[in-house]
């Protein structure tokens, strides 16, 4: 009985109304053109600051349009020729930048009007006519006999947050660049706007440095097959940017790092166990000037590479075991008068290495432990808020805009973590500003990210168990904050999984079903 | 097939009174609980080398020599050794031999290496396959009674398989192919080994869904691939079920008509076939499961007045219930749809279901209710379910098939005939549930612990690995009656998207735990066989998901 009331709201819906993330206004009038995907096209608008030879729009129609004409099979022309034929979308964008990088400040918004004779994007930037095509890949769609429509409908929308992120972690398990460059093509899908690169960890180091080769050469998994080179790396960020996603590098320290160690020497703590040595190693080691030096070298190598304003620090999980067994360590800790705290330590670290940083004029993000710790941080800084067990997640949130930084909130969305049955749904009830707090507080959240981390995940399951799951927290950082009925979403959500599929994305099932085009990549 | 079968029901007969009583309270739960989620401890195994190599599952006795001898790929072969009783005649063992020089050999750029001689007494030149019964079984089907055992003795300058039937050839094959590993300078090599080898149980099965989601031919035969490398012997096919028919029928050709989810998705007599004869050569029985009378929404849509209308009140309700058991169409029916479904399968058992019967819709209905007056039944609607199985079973016995049903059938006391294989599923208390089944006799399947669809956090094999099936109340004479387990992938947030890796490697710790000698327990050991297994896996085409940490020098290259 559900299944048939499913059924009946939606037909009752129409096609048309499903978009993915939900735009923050639609209005659906009377009236629709049949859309012929061989003879359609997309053009600027001579109104438009950026014309042919933006290299962000003009291949964006191309990939627009081959998604409209992978749509389905072609149906015979002229089936139905008394219904009007949709022409063109004009593309109309305000400011003239096209070659940037997008920002944290990037504007998004656009509108959309679509109608028979001419349907027109309009957009401050071109980062907004980017989220617009997409919306409007979304509202063609075909009747039983496979011709393409567009009904008449106008759309408002813009980002309820300005970062929408989503982590990968190609250290646990080494993610082939073919693997990365799908998830930019679904993250854009899904108007995500921010690709979390944890690119190194204790266990691999696939990054390959041009300034300490070595540390792949000792630190990777295989230094032949599993490294992202430079070009590699290039490719990642242009592949990105012409989806108007960021690209933000976490190297993270000084925890996390067993995997620099063996291309480092001497950067790694010595632990010990009573008065020698134990041969095993603990994190960064904040004692040596050596350490800064190296970090003050590595440091300028990816704040060149990686283009974003911000670089993600880390600074989380640091255990303390190591520093403790290490009798040089003890003698700096009396010297510095640090006494006992080695929180002291940590946060004698991370404020140099944010100096550093700092000195080649980008901002940072890190994770909550450093501002739990009390590590003196700069106003600017975004604090990244993860953990799901130390006590409610908003208390964090609310302890972290207090203080007056920047929060970005993760905790809730580790989907790593799988479970039995439409987990998806946990996810979409996040509603990141309940917590106590001001209304200047609940400014400071600027966004969230879903975060795969990759103890148990590799190229054989990462798509699957990414989308659409992450599809949900899209949404939530892209939507209205009203936009909360399940039910909608769940249709809504399987439409668009199915749209995936037929885009060539393995995307695992909401629930029992079916799709039109199920998917064949195997 | 069938005189074997039935040649094991006097023993059973009997065991009822030979054994004492182990029954407990029967279970009331009858839906699918997700079992509660066991927080297992993300402790950080220490990957190492098993002397066992990466033998997955685990020979039943197994000598690795140090001496190792180089295969080279140009020269070594894979034949049909003196006094064999298949020959290359036997397609199914040429098949194998094809197969497995492929997956030895196949992943390298070998072509320029190993055409110079190596020095004498260092390489193995061929593996010679000996059958040894004087009915090889080539053209068979393999069933229930199949004798997987095999040896093999790696010696230079030949190996030696010998195995009385062709399906120990081809288990025997699978640890062969395990057995070869290549160094850091790409020569192939092998270990002089003596094994001899045979199953624990004689039926290891995964159940794939094909109704919550339609599973692509290639999905299923991808599975079977990989079923044989586990040594897997049954793929149990849940093909339909309340979502969706896809199976084409001859005879009702609208069940698929109008039940399946479209055109798109459905399997043909072709299809079917094809499963068939891939599983066989694979040595894998198909068992098809027709569940009913629950568990069958979709079959309503293209059979008239085979589902039981339900009532609100006085009025039909416009939904429909389990099978209507009281009409003679109903059996008509079901006698022409398993007649030709024993003709389409040839294994000796069909999987008939009868699980989760929900009694709602037959209590609503006032000709049930009539019926179950005239009928004496009370309202005890066990017993009417109990008349409708009773009277499937008699059609499908007079078709000559054996059955396998869902433990309700059982619980509910359905008069079931001895040689009823009883399927247990429900998580809560299966070992009594498994004391129960043996104690009355009957044979039994495990599937109770290994519902791989059931997802969570963390290393979840070892939960499965570390089942002992007989580990149950019971006397010697009931554990016999467990004849295996299967590892069950039900189809409700799975399909081709996710299959193989949510099946892969997890199911390869029942395979194991189906196969290989009781005591092979030792988790770290199973941990560094699985991890390079689970490496092997991609290597030949299966997208196998990682157990924990690290990386395979092949990943996986279908993205």
Excluded at chain 1, 244 to 273: K, M, N, Q
Excluded at chain 1, 323 to 332: D, G, L, M, T, V
Excluded at chain 1, 463 to 483: D, F, Q
Excluded at chain 2, 87 to 108: H, K, M, V, W
Aim: contains cysteine.
């Amino acid at each position: 009985m559900a299944e048939l009331a499913l059924a009946l709201l939606l037909v009752g819906l129409g096609p048309a109304g499903a978009v993915w993330p939900q735009p923050q206004l639609v209005r659906e009038s009377p009236g629709r053109c049949r859309l012929s995907p061989g003879r359609f096209r997309f053009g600027y608008a001579r109104s438009s600051a950026v014309g042919p030879g933006c290299a962000v729009l003009d291949q964006a129609f191309r990939r627009y349009w081959r998604l409209l004409r992978d749509a389905g099979p072609r149906t015979p022309e002229d089936t139905r020729p008394w219904e009007p034929l949709c022409a063109e979308l004009l593309v109309s964008v305000a400011t003239p930048h096209c070659d940037g990088f997008p920002d944290m400040d990037s504007v998004e918004s656009y509108k959309l009007s679509t109608s028979e004779d001419l349907s027109l994007l309009s957009s401050e930037s071109v980062w907004g006519a980017l989220r617009g095509l997409e919306t409007f890949s979304q509202l063609v769609w075909r009747d039983e006999d496979g011709t393409f429509y567009l009904n008449k409908t106008d759309i408002v929308d813009f980002p309820r947050f300005a970062h929408r992120g989503l982590l990968l972690d190609t250290s646990r398990h080494y993610l082939p660049l073919r693997a990365i460059l799908e998830t930019l093509d679904v993250m854009a899908y899904n108007k995500f706007n921010v690709f979390h690169w944890h690119i190194v960890d204790d266990p691999s180091f696939p990054y390959e440095s041009a300034a300490f080769p070595e540390l792949s050469r000792k630190g990777a998994y295989n230094p032949a097959t599993h490294v992202y080179t430079l070009n590699d790396v290039k490719l990642v960020i242009e592949y990105a940017r012409l989806r108007g996603i960021r690209v933000i590098s976490e190297f993270d320290t000084p925890g996390h790092t067993l995997s620099w160690g063996p291309g480092a020497p001497g950067l790694l703590t010595p632990c010990y166990a009573g008065l020698i040595p134990s041969g095993a190693y603990g994190p960064v080691n904040p004692i040596l000037n050596t350490t800064y030096q190296f970090m003050t070298e590595f440091f300028r190598e990816v704040s060149t590479v990686f283009p974003d304003f911000y670089l993600h620090l880390g600074g989380d999980e640091v255990d303390f075991t190591c520093w403790r067994s290490n009798p040089e360590i003890q003698a700096f800790m009396q010297q510095m008068g640090f006494g006992q705290d080695y929180a002291k330590l940590e946060s004698f670290y991370i404020q140099r290495l944010l100096d550093i940083i700092s000195s080649y004029g980008k901002g940072y993000v890190v994770w909550q432990e450093v501002f739990d710790n009390g590590v003196k941080v700069k106003p600017d800084t975004i604090i990244h808020v993860w953990r799901e067990n130390a006590g409610p997640y908003q208390q964090e949130v609310a302890q972290v805009t207090k203080a007056g930084y920047r929060a970005l909130l993760s905790a809730p969305w580790y989907l790593n973590r799988i479970s039995y049955g439409q987990d998806w749904q946990t996810a979409y009830q996040v509603e990141p500003l309940e917590f106590e707090g001001s209304l200047e507080q609940k400014e400071l959240v600027i966004g969230g990210e879903a975060c795969m981390w990759g103890e148990y995940v590799d190229v054989t399951n990462l798509t699957p168990r990414l989308w659409p799951r992450a599809g949900a927290i899209a949404e939530r950082l892209w939507s209205n904050k009203t936009v909360t009925d399940l039910q909608d979403a769940y249709i809504r959500l399987a439409d668009f999984r199915c749209m995936l599929l037929r885009r060539g994305i393995q995307a695992q099932p909401l629930f029992t079903g079916y799709c039109d085009a199920e998917y064949s990549g195997l | 097939m069938q005189g074997q079968r039935r040649a094991m029901e006097p023993a059973r007969l009997f065991l009822g009174l030979l054994c004492a009583s182990a029954a407990l309270a029967a279970s009331s739960l009858h839906q699918r609980p997700p079992q509660p989620e066991l927080l297992l401890e993300e402790e950080e195994p220490e990957l190492g080398e098993s002397p066992s190599g990466s033998l997955w599952p685990l020979p039943r006795s197994l000598r690795i020599l140090p001496g190792q001898l180089q295969l080279a790929p140009a020269r070594f072969q894979l034949v049909h050794g003196p006094g064999s009783t298949a020959g290359p005649g036997c397609a199914l063992l040429q098949d194998a031999f094809r197969r497995y020089y492929e997956y030895i050999f196949g992943y390298s750029k070998w072509q320029n290496r190993g055409q110079r001689p190596l020095p004498t007494g260092t390489e193995l030149l061929q593996l010679q396959v000996v059958i040894g019964s004087k009915d090889s079984e080539c053209e068979n089907y393999p069933n229930i009674s199949s004798n997987e055992a095999y040896q093999l003795s790696v010696t230079e300058p030949v190996a030696v398989l010998r195995a009385e039937k062709v399906w120990g050839a081809l288990r025997g094959l699978e640890t062969f192919s395990q057995l070869v590993y290549e160094d850091d300078y790409g020569s192939f090599l092998i270990n002089e080994s003596e094994i001899t080898d045979y199953p624990r149980f004689a039926h290891r099965g995964i159940l794939l869904d094909t109704s919550r989601h339609f599973l692509p031919l290639k999905s299923i035969l991808t599975n079977l691939d990989a079923m044989a490398f586990n040594k897997f012997n049954v793929l149990h096919w849940h093909i339909v079920d309340d979502h969706s028919f896809p199976y084409q029928s001859a005879t009702f050709p609208d069940l698929s008509g109008k039940g399946s989810y479209s055109y798109d998705h459905i399997y043909t007599p072709t299809d079917v076939r094809l499963v068939i004869d891939y599983a066989r050569l694979r040595g894998i029985r198909v068992i098809p499961e027709f569940d009913s009378p629950g568990h069958t929404q979709s079959w309503g849509k293209g059979q008239k007045d085979l589902l039981t209308p339900c009532f609100n009140g006085e009025h039909r309700s416009g939904s429909y219930g389990p099978v209507n058991p009281i009409l003679n169409t109903t059996y008509h029916f079901m006698t022409d749809l398993f007649k030709e479904i024993s003709g389409v399968f040839p294994d000796a058992y069909i999987h008939l279901g009868g699980d989760e019967v929900d009694f709602t819709c037959w209590k609503s209905n006032p000709d049930v209710t009539e019926f179950m007056k005239q009928q004496g039944f009370g309202i005890d609607y066990a017993k009417l379910e109990s008349y409708y199985i009773q009277k499937i079973l008699d059609i499908v016995s007079s078709a000559n098939k054996g059955y396998i049903v869902w433990q309700e059938v059982f619980d509910k006391g359905v008069k079931i005939k001895p040689d009823t294989i009883v399927e247990v599923w429900i998580g809560t208390l299966y070992t009594a549930e498994l004391s129960r089944v043996t104690g009355a006799g009957f044979t039994t399947i495990l599937a109770a612990p290994w519902y791989l669809d059931y997802i969570s956090y963390g290393q979840d094999w070892k939960k499965y690995y570390s089942v002992e099936p007989l580990n149950f109340p019971g006397c010697e004479k009931q554990k016999k009656l467990v004849i295996g387990g299967e590892a069950c992938l039900w189809g409700e947030f799975v399909d081709a998207t996710n299959l193989t890796p949510r099946l892969w490697p997890r199911a390869s710790a029942v395979g194991e735990r189906l196969w290989s000698s009781k005591n092979v327990t030792n988790i770290r050991d199973a941990y560094n066989r699985l991890v390079k297994h689970r490496c092997r896996m991609l290597r030949r085409g299966i997208a196998a998901e990682p157990l924990f940490v690290g990386y395979c020098d092949h990943e996986y290259r279908g993205l």
